[in-house]
């Protein structure tokens, strides 16, 4: 392919790529720092772009749904942790797999009930509508361009917040070891509500963002949650950083996987998987066991 | 009477049951028992690996699908297959399948040996799901139940469908008491040593990872086995049959049904089924209340359907651990081997 | 610990209570249970159709057009009432040998009404194909085998196959003077068939398809492909998508600029039902289809009429097939008075039926019991079906392998 092709097809992959590090960042967060296998993960993503649906729907513009769909996410974030996540705290990873697994399914059935089993569209708001031309005959969507700029800066964030922060570091002491962060006085349970709000909040947001161009339908939290533990597993469970090189490494192997061997395609990440296990059993930044 | 008596009166009672299951029941309740039948080999197979070895496959529907495959590949359109032939075929495939998946796999472990178990079965999956000379995700069709025939004489039709009950129960049965058999034998409580203390067990000598990989194999081969009479049943297989939904599943039916009883993840395969087949009826809703259910066994029922079983029977709880619902020693160390390191500070 | 104690016994006594009633209640519903009321009673309608997911659409619209169908003749099928079992299909292929056997053995449905999805309709094709009852009328799935190698006394179709609006949609693309194509669909039997009859069409007409795109079905994410497609400059692309999958399609592909320079073709599918969603970039889009909004016939006005007052939304296609399955199903019942286990009648009045209020205009059974109609040229204009002529005469399938003919 020319220059100009594989360029764009990079493009289109580290865009993905910036999504699903939105959501794998959540699920290694709350893997690393709290022990839990969340599989329900996927969910936050669905309910997220459900949320920017409905909210544009109702107050006219996506971006102002955003900011209310924000908060939103968090409180359900929270809601779920109080309810349910605190009784998997000393339970063997099989129940935690169990009960997420039921929350799957209990998320999925509400918002059939709540917005019915249809495929909905959600417009790109229109300042974002255009396009830049990148060969005679394909133009690159300005919004796919604002999604990567906003991952870009909330990964930012995120490395902000954690390293530089007095939540950050007793995030990462309740990950080092969280016996010894309890017995130096760290409430740990307040720092695993936090942790679990903020890994729902960024993986609902991932969906917000990216509902413009994944279009809102019922499963949709599935497809991503699947790739999202690949990402984590080859990033390193608990690493912010492992989930971006996984979520680019992914990213962009799937989308040059589509064109270059699309008999292959979809074995190529999991093959990505295998071999990074084989080679570095606790992933490429994680801690070894 | 002892607890493993009545115990073993309950089996008999209940396996005297189904056998008398398909003269009262309408046609399609008895296909309902035969899937759950399959469904409660396949949930053995698993609980073998979970429950007595301690390893946490999620990629087990790789070995219920595969033979399907090979079932339809074996089967022509003109005519049905020898069992003998068919059995060989799927068996030695899912064999074979599972010493490769298995030596790759049980060089990891706890969440590690999850994710590639589950990573080897979506290659599966999508193998399947991109061929198109087997139906890529449309699947492919058994044209004819496998017969087991002496020269001109059928001797077993699978076809009929009472016949295909029977077979199906005898292999339950079969099946129950092979494993029994496997786990009371030493081997058997090698990889019982295995689930509770890997280094220990290997610390007295044994070769903990050539344990680990033949019970792997054991339990594939099953599973392969539960896949074949199930692709024999429905007469059609599809890559969903591999994915790990069908994974997901089963693992759930084992937890649900108490695992590391053997008989318990059958009793899970049963409500399971039943539950939903029920709830279908009764309600659009049915999906919902399964969330909820699922949810509730695992606040309130630790060990499953089968541990509810014994305490009704009057039994003590596994470790007197109940009341705060911890039974087993983590798979994984409760810090999973990983820090939030700084964000990506280095 | 006493309290302790009491509880657990007390719970123990419940739950023992609860598992009994349960162990009989499921016993009990295990015993078979319909008993014969006499011919009264009402007829039995099985639907299997997508209510979830990309396809949701298409099943509303079916199910809403063959109930309205029903109710404009009192609500009577040979004078007796009707009852319908729908099942959502989810367009799981893997759960359909278990809804299907559920509507055939458990609810025991006189007509099973369904699928859309092709791979769906070749399993409910195999069995139904295997036994005398129910009699099973196709409202959509396109899979050429359902009345090819599969084909069965008790099974119809009203709506195609899968070569039927694809063929003419490739012969337009060569007519047009394109030469070069790439074909772009979902990898399963539809998409297969329907690129294939395109390409044949294209190919026999003077035209090369330079590549060949599948994706996985139901995946949505095209961006790598539409780059692939413009690295490849073809003179036009033929394309099948449907339901929510089309809208995003067109939408995708007109946002990445696509649909200004390299034409879109396609089975009329690509823009049935989606040009209010996909708004303009669905705009001047030909494709062939048995069907067209503007049709200028009585019938078609009048049925898109009720049925916009039925139900709020504009008929298509897929609300068009509803709607002569409920003919068909008129004029079984009326043919033996209601008596349907008489089925050989059924099936005989079945073969001669004939669709004269039927909004595609009317149509017959081929032997292979498929539609033998006009497939219709039609552009997308200001989100409209116009329909701009005939692109093929009383098509009729090939039918390869089918032992009824």
Known sequence: MDIAIFLIQVLNGVQYGFMLFLVASGLTLIFGVMGIINIAHGAFYMIGAYLAFWLTGVVGNFFLAIVLGIPLMVAIGYAIERLAITHLYHRDHLYQVLLTYGLILIFNETQKLLW???FHSVRVPAILAGSVPLTETLVYPHYRLFISVVCLAVAAGMYAVISRTKLGMMIRAGASNREMAQALGIDIGKVFAIVFSLGAALAGFSGMIGAPVSSVYPGMGDEILIVSFVVVVIGGIGSIKGAFVGAMLIGLADTFGRVLLPELAAMVVYSLMVMVLLWRPQGLFGRPA | MTRSQSLAGLLCAAVLGLAVFPWFAGEFYIGLMIRIMILGIFAMSLDFLVGYTGLISFGHAAFFGLTGYILAIVTPESGPVTLWYALFMCLSGSA??????????????????????LAISQMFYYYFNESVELGSSDGIFIFHRPIVALGELTLIDLGDEFTLYYFV????????????????????KVIQGVRVNEARTRALGFATQRYKLVSFVISGTLAGYAGFLEATHTGFVSPATLGWHESGTILMIVILGGIGTLYGPVLGAFVMVFLQDKLQEFSELWLLMMGFFVVAVVLFLPHGIAGLIARLAGARPANGAEETGQDRKPAVPAKAGGAADGGGAE | MIKKQSLTTTRRRFLTGTAAATGLAVAGSALPTRFAIGAMAPIKIGILLPYSGTYAQLGNAITDALKLRIEQAEGKLGGRGVEYVAIDSEMSVPKAPTNTEKLIKKDEVDFLVGPVHSGIAAVMAKIVGGRETPIMIVPNAGSNEVTGELCAKNIFRTSFSNWQPAYPGGELMAKEGHKTAVTISWKYGAGIEMMGAGKDAFEKNGGKVVQEILIPFPQVEFQAHLAEIAALKPDAVFA?????GATKFLQDYAAAGLKDNIPLYGPGFLTEGVTKAAGAAAEGIKTTLHYADTLDTDANRNFRAAYEKATGRSADVFAVQGYDTGSLLLQAAAAVNGDISATADVIKAMEAATFPDSPRGDWRMSKSHNPIMDIYLRQVVDGEQKLLGVAAKALEDPATGCKLI
């Open chain 3, 240 to 244: 099948f998508f449907s339901g929510g």
């Open chain 2, 96 to 117: 074979i399948a599972a010493l490769a998946i298995g030596w790759v796999s049980v060089r990891t472990s706890g969440i590690y040996f999850i994710m590639i178990t």
């Open chain 1, 116 to 118: 019915g089993t249809g």
């Open chain 2, 169 to 188: 129960l005898v292999s339950l049965a079969g099946s129950y008491l092979a494993l029994m058999m496997v786990l009371g034998s030493p081997f058997g």
